[in-house]
């Protein structure tokens, strides 16, 4: 890579599974990177989601680290040890001060929640909500069918199925959905064991069982309050627990269409 490439700098909407993905797959390409989420992520998949430094201070995955920082001064510090930097700006207002050449929208909102093709030279929005070349620059696919992680430079991506990611055969077995609102409590972590009908949660104290027999890939904090419908974790019945910890190959090819974006605007 040049030494004008190694010297982009990338602000990335979100920290969870897919943003992390894509923060990852961009700091080992050596640019530099920097996350922003909520001051309480969502993410089930924390086995590989950067946003836990939002609660821990620090997280890696696969060898990568990123550390929760407060001030623009300690993001450029942690890009001279070659770390990726995270911080609490749901509005993404670091911007401003970092004055990133590409913004990646990776809330996965299905939905835009703010980001304008103005914010960056290149814009780039991942999956369904985005216009390429409307709101944002390109376009990302992220639906798990042949057009998976294909750039668009027009229109938008394909509609979200609603379908989990199939893992021997099963699908939407796999994943654990609140019924109701309330506070969400659990015993279980990443890797546990769970059989089916076995209670591995609660909301608002009603009980929240595992349909299949495996092992937890994802799921919520305790202590998270959430709303009806929100996911709360998945179980793998594949009983890998490297799985957990690892990125999943949907994500690489998303993250792998990010680069090809960037080095369809930079790489001239």
């Known amino acids: 890579m040049s030494a004008e490439l190694s010297r982009l700098i990338i602000l990335i909407r979100g920290g969870g599974e897919v943003a992390s993905g894509v923060a990852h797959k961009l700091a080992r390409a050596r640019f530099r990177v920097c996350l922003t989420e909520t001051a309480e ?8 989601a950067f946003c836990e430094a939002i609660y821990d201070g620090e997280k890696e995955v696969e060898g990568i680290v ?24 749901p509005e993404t207002s ?16 299905k939905k835009n929640l703010g980001t304008k093709i103005s914010h960056a030279p290149l814009v780039i929005g991942l999956g369904p909500g985005f216009g390429a070349d ?12 042949e057009r998976l992680g294909r750039v668009i430079l027009k229109g938008e991506a394909e ?5 989990p990611v199939e893992i021997g055969g099963l699908t939407h077995e796999r994943a654990l959905h609140a019924t109701g609102d309330g506070l969400f409590l659990t015993d279980r972590d990443i890797g546990d064991p769970a059989s089916a009908g076995e209670v591995v949660a609660t909301v ?17 904090r305790d202590g998270t309050t959430v709303q009806k419908g929100t996911k709360l974790g998945e179980i793998d019945p594949s009983g890998d627990k490297e799985a957990c910890y690892t990125i999943r190959p949907r994500v690489r090819a998303i993250a ?12 001239v």
């Open 159 to 163: 509609k979200d199925t609603g379908i």
């Open 134 to 145: 409307k709101d944002v620059h390109m376009v990302v696919e992220t639906n798990n069918s």
């Open 41 to 48: 992520p969502l993410a089930v998949s924390r086995g590989v």
């Open 256 to 267: 792998g269409g990010v680069l090809e974006a960037i080095m369809m605007r930079y790489n």
């Open 66 to 89: 990123a550390r929760r920082v407060e001030s623009a001064s300690e993001i450029l510090k942690l890009w001279r040890d070659g770390r990726i930097a995270i911080v609490v700006d």
């Open 204 to 220: 608002a104290g009603k009980p929240v069982r595992a349909e299949i027999d495996g092992i937890v890939r994802a799921m919520l």
């Open 94 to 109: 670091v911007r401003k001060a970092l004055k990133p050449e590409v913004l990646v929208d990776a809330i996965m909102a």
